[in-house]
């Protein structure tokens, strides 16, 4: 019997993690893969978390994690298949194994979100890839678009066009929802091309990504870029998928929950990514596995 389970070591489930330790919880952090940090891991550099400047993703999650393993913070790998709680008898239950908890923080993040456009599947781990960071040396010298106009699709731009060819922004406005400074990074790399008002209609090629056709929304035309790889960043979309049922959620997945990160249902918390909020970063993912570890100390106290 635990005091608290937490669901996810990103940076909201290592901070709740590391705050329930120092108050002295009885508690665990369970991780699907037995890799700490989330999507921090696949972020080439963070340069907005205080006092960490230009830090890379995969040293900042890796000084997460070893900030709880200081601490002493029990983590178990096992991935999550469903919350129950009968008349406040809450169970986690894994694919293995089933824990009792008085209280869950769920901080299980978000995945990327796909197209959804012929030739995405086919061509996946092809030369399409959801991961620049991951993926983007294999294009060394050659020529991709990234699609989309937020933080992660001009983060991936910037990346790429230090070593690509040549990088086409696709994006289906005139304008980004990127961070101005990212924007303005971005305008450093003269081989960036931008492609406004457009949407990619089909990618194509034989064994490997050849080309894309895009239509621009406004003319109607559709044009082919030839090309060898395509990063898809389009979005997130929240890893909420087993806890259906057990708090509400909004329309789109997210479990609903305020800065104190209370669910509907008593004792269970959203964290990071996976709870409605304005605003989704490393900071504020830290900040709810805080707030999250509080609220359920205030919630046990009565
Ligand atoms: P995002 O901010 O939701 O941006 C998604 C982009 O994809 C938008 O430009 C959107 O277009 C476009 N899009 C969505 N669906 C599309 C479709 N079907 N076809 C074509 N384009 C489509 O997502 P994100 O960039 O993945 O970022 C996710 C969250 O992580 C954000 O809250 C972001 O701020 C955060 N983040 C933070 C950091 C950091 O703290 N350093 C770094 C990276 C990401 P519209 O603009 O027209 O909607």
């Known amino acids: 019997m635990y005091d608290l389970i937490i669901a996810g070591s990103g940076p909201a489930g290592l901070a709740a993690g ?3 330790k120092r108050a ?3 508690a665990i952090v369970m991780e699907r893969d037995g890799v700490s940090g989330g999507q921090v891991l696949s972020t080439y550099e963070v340069d907005n978390y205080p006092a960490l400047p230009g830090i890379s993703g995969m040293d900042l999650g890796s000084k997460m994690r070893e900030h709880a393993d200081r601490l002493g913070v029990e983590f178990v790998t096992e991935n999550i298949t469903g919350i ?3 008349d406040g008898f809450i169970t986690v239950h894994g694919e293995g194994n089933e824990y009792f908890t008085n209280g869950v923080i769920i901080a299980t993040g978000a995945h990327h979100a796909e197209l ?7 061509f996946q781990g092809m ?3 959801y991961c620049a960071t991951c993926d983007g040396a294999f294009f060394t010298g050659r020529d991709v678009a990234v699609v989309g106009g937020g933080d992660v699709a001009v983060e991936d731009a910037i ?3 230090r070593n690509c060819r040549k990088v086409y922004l696709i994006h289906r406005r005139d304008s980004l929802r990127a961070a101005s400074s990212l924007q303005e990074a971005l305008k450093k790399y003269d081989n960036v091309e931008y492609v406004w008002n457009s949407n990619v209609s ?3 090629g034989n064994d490997m990504v050849e080309y894309v056709n895009v239509v621009n929304k406004i003319s109607g035309e559709t044009r082919r870029i030839d090309l060898n790889g395509v990063f898809v960043a389009v979005g997130i979309i929240p890893n909420s998928e087993s806890f259906k049922g057990i708090a509400d959620m909004d329309e789109k997945g997210y479990l609903i929950a305020g800065e104190d990160c209370r669910c509907s249902t008593a004792r269970i918390y959203a964290a990071g990514d996976v709870r409605t909020k304005q605003l989704r970063q490393i900071v504020t993912a830290v ?3 805080a707030n999250a570890v509080t609220s359920f100390q205030a919630d046990i106290i009565g």
């Open 159 to 161: 990346f790429l066009a």
């Open 202 to 204: 089909e990618i194509c």
């Open 24 to 26: 002295g919880l009885n």
């Open 18 to 20: 590391i705050y329930a």
């Open 84 to 86: 129950s709680d009968v």
């Open 127 to 129: 030369g399409v890839s």
């Open 287 to 289: 900040a709810d596995g």
């Open 116 to 122: 959804g456009v012929k030739g995405e599947k086919e």
